[in-house]
């Protein structure tokens, strides 16, 4: 099993143009989610899915858009990047019940906004 | 709402030395209590987790903690670190009922030679 797998890696864009950050898991998770990350303010939450067809805002959602293609892909959006969303950003995925309340991350796309 | 603080932004530590990374945490209703790992330029890893039962939990790599409900902290332990356990920390609380995982800051583990 691969996990959870991010594309791209890396990214550079210029302020104002748009692109899309993949996200799949093959474990058979319901619940996915997109957090970023910024030097000294752990993770936060961007949207989350707790299953296919659902999407929910999380803590810091403006600038962002996802859709839930299936229950395995789950993408975030950026419609007209800002230097404000340089960033980490990683995707997560849950299975269910207490058993699933781990969250198994990616391994993280590192987004820089000019 | 529920709230985390790591209290301490950056550990240095020597190798063999016994470190401890402190978490206090908020929340009116019962939670989960987690510890996660990140190492350099790659994505977070559970190191451990408590949901209930025991309030000593032991997790991966030598690490444990203990959670202490009148005290509302979760520290993390481990009685003498390597250099391969440099990373950064992340203390995260659930509600047990519903809801979403709430990180830390962080905390920033340096072991030394």
């Known amino acids: 099993n691969a996990g959870v797998t991010q594309t791209p890696k890396f990214q550079v864009l210029k302020t104002g143009q748009s692109m899309t950050l993949q996200c799949a898991q093959d474990?058979?998770?319901?619940?996915m989610y997109w957090y970023r990350q910024d030097p000294g303010m752990g993770l936060r939450l961007i949207y989350y899915s707790a299953s296919e067809g659902t999407t929910d805002k999380g803590e810091v959602p403006n600038g962002y858009n996802v859709s839930r293609l299936n229950k395995r892909e789950f993408s975030l959006r950026l419609e007209s990047a800002a230097p404000s969303q340089t960033s980490v950003y990683f995707c997560?995925?849950?299975?269910?019940?207490?058993?699933?309340?781990?969250?198994?991350f990616g391994p993280g796309t590192r987004l820089l906004v000019l | 709402a529920q709230s985390v603080t790591q209290l301490d932004s950056q550990v240095p530590v020597f190798e063999e030395a016994p470190v401890e990374l402190r978490c206090n945490y908020s929340?009116?209703?019962?939670?989960?209590l987690f510890w996660y790992v990140q190492y350099p330029n790659q994505g977070l890893q559970l190191l451990l987790k408590?949901?209930?039962?025991?309030?000593l939990v032991k997790g991966i790599n030598g690490f444990e903690a203990e959670f202490n409900k009148s005290q509302t902290s979760f520290h993390l332990r481990k009685p003498s670190v390597h250099i391969s356990d440099t990373a950064e920390y992340f203390c995260?609380?659930?509600?047990?009922?519903?809801?979403?995982?709430?990180f830390g800051q962080g905390t920033i583990l340096t072991v030394h030679p």
């Open positions: 997560a995925s849950r299975g269910a019940g207490t058993s699933g309340e781990t969250q198994y």
């Open positions: 474990m058979n998770h319901n619940s």
């Open positions: 995260a609380v659930k509600s047990a009922s519903y809801g979403k995982l709430t």
């Open positions: 929340s009116s209703v019962s939670v989960y």
């Open positions: 408590y949901l209930s039962g025991s309030t």
